[in-house]
């Protein structure tokens, strides 16, 4: 098991669309495992592949029921909205409220490769959706209000240009 460096706004690798998973081996179940380990450390409810440098459409989660992984998944039923508190581990120490679908069901595959899904609403809704936006490139400031964003985006720029050894 390893803990991987968690990569941050704005790594480019977080923008990507994540590529289809195809090979269900013991390297997809090693992924997982360090992904979780990263994801405990952290601490955080859910880590998506992106977020450790590695473009797969993997994330995992665990919104207080125990710790599951979802391969290629998909959100196929949405109900309902729901205005939460939210942050991102690629986007430390910043939280906003967003609104979101409440109710979420998504489909994908486990690690063997056979078909699985989860579905919840309040937090465990609301981590599917995150996870899954990472997979398609999307981080958390791309849900905000326009007015926001702009103010979100240009304080994280002030701050990355403020860093030492700049911008990185
Ligand atoms: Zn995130």
Known sequence: MAIYPIR?????VLTLKAGTVRTFDDDLQRLVD???????????VGLAAPQIG??????????????????????????????FEEGCLSVPGRYWTIKR??????EGL????????????????????HEIDHLNGVLL???LSARTRRA?????????????????
């Not at 360090?34 to 955080?44: C, H, I, K, Q, V």
């Open 101 to 106: 679908a409440d109710f979420v069901r998504a």
């Open 8 to 12: 941050t706004f704005p790594d480019p």
């Open 34 to 44: 360090d992904m979780l380990e990263t994801m405990y450390d952290a601490p955080g």
């Open 110 to 129: 486990d690690l063997d490769g056979n078909p699985v899904a989860y579905e919840g609403d309040e937090l465990l809704g609301r981590v599917l959706q």
């Open 54 to 83: 590695i473009s797969k459409r993997v994330f995992v989660a665990d919104a207080g029921d125990g710790p599951f992984a979802m391969v290629n998944p998909e959100v196929v039923e949405t109900q309902g909205k729901w205005k």
């Open 152 to 168: 979100a985006l240009s304080d994280l720029r002030s701050e990355a240009l403020g860093r030492p050894g700049g911008p990185a």
């Open 141 to 143: 400031l791309e849900r």
